[in-house]
Every structure is written in C-alpha cells, then in structure tokens.
C-alpha cells in the first residue's frame, strides 16, 4: 500500500469517476469524470454557483460525493479523511497564525507529521517563494501578498501529490495578483506537483493553467488549453465566460468541404470554416472575437477569405489605454464590439461615424447551441452555506 504520509516527490494524477453531489433540494454537481495528469496545472474555471468549489472540497475530503470515486496517485480515497489523503490546500483567507513567526508557521506541519529537519525544509520552501529573509517576522508584519506566498510555501513544503488552490489570489490587487500569477506558475514548474486551481477569474485561469476546464451548473462545459478554449469556444457560455464575444444567428445558406456559408437577416454573408463549426445544417450560431474585427469608413472590397458586415454607426467609444472599445450598431447584426489596439495615438474612428466591419472569415466560430439565456446560477449556493444552513436546522431541532 502506498504510504501517504512520506513527502511527494512528484505530483500524482487525479481521477474523478461518475461524481455526483446532491443537497437537498438542490444538485451541485450533476455527473463529473474527469482526469487530471501527475504534474500539471489545472484550472477549474465558472462562476459562482457552478460547482467548482463544491469539486475542490469533495477532492479535500471535506464533502463526500452522493455518488462517484475520487483517485488520487490510482489509489481510492473516497472514503479516507482529509489529513489522510496526499493533499493540501491553499485558500483565499491566508489562515496564519498570528502567534507564530513565518518560519513556525511553515515548518508546523512538518513537525506535527514527526519530519525530519523541519527547520531546513522550512527555509527551503521560503526561499522558493523568495521570503527566507522575512523567516522571523510574525503575519501581521507582511504585505497580502507576502503573506500568500507564506500560505503557499506551507502548502508546497508537505510536498502533497495533489495541491488544491481554492481562488488563491482573491484578496489581492490587480498588479499584484498579476505578479503572483506568474510566481505560482513557476513553482508549480520547479516543484513538479500536480495543482488544481480553482477561480472564476479568467485571465488567473489562462495565464496559469495547461489545461482549463470551464464548468456551468455542475457540468464541465469544455475543456482544453486555454488558447483552444478561447480560440474555439463550442457553446454559448464558454464564448461569453471566456472573454467576450460577438455572437450571430444565422441561417446556413450553403456548404462545401472546406466552409459553412451563412446568411444573417440583412442579408450578409458569414463564412465559418467547416472544421470550427460544431453544426452545419438550419439555424446556427456563429461568432468571432471582438479583437479580430476591423473597422473601414469605406465598404472593403469583396474577398472570400474576409467577412464583412454592415454599414453601421459607432454608438460607444471608450479608451482604455493599449485599446479602444468600439460599440457599432448593425441593422440586423444589433450591437457588434471591437477592440482595436492603439497603436496610433487615440482612438481611429469616433463616436457617430459610420463604418464597416470586417475580419478573416477563418477567425469565426460555429456554436454547438443557440444564442438563448444560458447563464449560470446566480444564488450563492456554495458548499459553506448550504453546510452554514444545514447546522442551523440541525440547531433549531
């Protein structure tokens, strides 16, 4: 039997099979296998309500699944309690402790487990996260982000097979957060462990990740790399949840090997390339990204490789420094956005002018569903508070 209380060389693979969690009156996660291999850094993608964190919380043994198995290194850890299973966890509210100097709090687990050197280990992880020279502060005398970086060199220096990251990085500003990003990724490389991350944060997702999988009401919507997932989103959601998009209903009109030809009620003719539509036949949804889009104060020349839509009027122009986001209404496309980059000083176009738009027909995408309400669950139906909820009718019994 595999001895989970030595130290993780290397990080173990996770497998999910057929899980399932229930509450009453309510499904968390509706049927989830998934299969995360030994050393990668996983991302868990969606907003609040879709599951990702109940997911976290089953594979920490603080929930059990209503049905399912959880493997983690190919060993079944369903049953076994958390401080039993090869994993540890870092949580957005850091949980130092106040009394201990930082160098206590990392070692602390090591000498509850009886490691040998738990001193030197400690300063060994330190130095990973570039804190050794703070060892002897106490946690009210760090920065936030300091303070993160101590959470998570507690976390790294158990060397579990499995680190959970549960929105880590929250509570902390944005140029921050942004350093971190890059950190975390680092020494998820140098370590070797296998980390699963769990945010609602986009770019923390695609900037960390290998492989992203974006869920929706207690189901994984995709899954893949983080630029095929943006580059080729199949539904409606991921194409709204991953960035923004410009999203078409169409009538397919026509098609060959190599294209699906499509007609939007105006008329205009859309061209999505057969191998990135996920349906060919009737009404579809098509779409393509506001930064592939080009604006003409002229029509541009007919040209099979390029769409073009419009006239149009621009009815929003805001700057945000390296781009300016353009609003363009369209007679029978509605309102189309576009990112244009500054590469110019200010904004190209303004506010009133009338435009064309226009964008190589092999950036468009075909979706697998239709452009109705497909958004997520919006009630806070988090782990804690159906747990918060629970005690108190226990409470009130």
Known sequence: MVDMSSFAEAGADLELVGIQKRFPGFTAIEHLDLKIPA??????????????????????GLEDPSTGKILIGGRDVTALKPHKRPVNTVFQSYALFPHMSVLENVAFGLRRRRIG???????????????????DRKPAQLSGGQQQRVALARAVVNRPALLLLDEPLGALDLKLRRQMQQELKQIQQEVGLTFLHVTHDQEEAMTMADTVAVMNKGRIEQMGAPEELYELPRTVFVANFLGQSNLFEVEVAGTTDQAVQTALANGARITVPRSRSERD??????????????????????????????PGRITDVSFIGVSTQYTVE????????????????GPAAHLGDQVWLSWLAEHTFGLADDRLETGALTADFSTQAIAAQAAFAGDGE
């Open 117 to 135: 050197d738990p001193v030197a280990k400690a300063h060994e992880a330190l130095r990973l996260v570039e804190l050794d020279h703070v060892a």
């Open 39 to 60: 050393g990668s850094f996983f991302a868990l993608l969606g907003p609040s309500g879709c599951g990702k964190t109940t997911t976290l919380r089953l594979v920490a």
């Open 281 to 310: 036949s009737g009404q579809i949804t098509v779409g393509v990204r506001p930064e592939k889009l080009r604006l003409h104060v002229q029509e541009p020349t007919a040209d099979a490789s390029i769409n073009v839509i419009g």
């Open 330 to 345: 369209v007679p029978g496309a509605g309102a189309v956005q576009v990112f244009a980059q500054n590469v110019e000083a």
